[in-house]
């Protein structure tokens, strides 16, 4: 109570703060699935893509689907989820709460391209695989030849 007024708590939820937003994410999710859709079918009519399916060809478009599946879907049921929550009227803490749960899986969804392409390719395999577990299997160093003005012989 401040000044003989009492105050109610309201619980803010990011995507409230910026009504935008959803559009906004809506708008680059279907920028990714025309970026998308345009390598597909430009690796379809390639010659890679033509010759028999090669695995390479597979493996590409496995890995571009689930990165797809993968960074679109979380987004697309937290905005089904937010335009029908709002019938069901729920408390301002339950609404927190379900929200929150929903966008779990929006970050999940944010960070798991690295790990799809690590379990589905197996050159970003190798390619992580040198940069996280570094050995020291090659060694540097620098050799300067330098002319001397004496005779030592």
């Known amino acids: 109570m401040l000044n003989g007024k009492q105050f109610r708590k ?24 025309l970026c998308y859709a345009v390598i597909w079918i430009i690796l379809k009519t390639s010659s890679l893509g033509k010759k028999g399916r ?6 590409i478009f496995k890995s571009l689907v689930m990165i797809l599946l993968v960074s679109v879907l979380p987004w ?20 927190w709460y379900a929200s ?3 966008g779990s899986g929006v970050l999940l969804g944010s960070t798991a391209d ?5 379990l ?8 992580i695989r040198r940069h996280i577990f570094k050995t020291d ?3 540097f160093s620098n050799i300067t030849q330098v002319k001397s003005n004496t005779n030592l012989t």
């Open 10 to 33: 309201v619980i803010c939820i990011i995507s409230d703060v910026g009504a935008n937003l959803s559009k906004f994410v809506l708008l680059i999710n279907l920028a990714c699935c």
């Open 100 to 102: 929150s749960i929903f």
């Open 76 to 95: 697309a049921m937290f905005m089904v989820f937010r335009a029908s929550i709002n019938p069901i009227q729920l408390s301002s803490i339950g609404l």
């Open 114 to 118: 690295l790990l799809i392409l690590y």
């Open 137 to 139: 299997q090659t060694s």
């Open 54 to 59: 090669s695995k390479v060809t597979q493996r």
């Open 120 to 127: 589905f390719s197996t050159e970003y395999r190798a390619a």
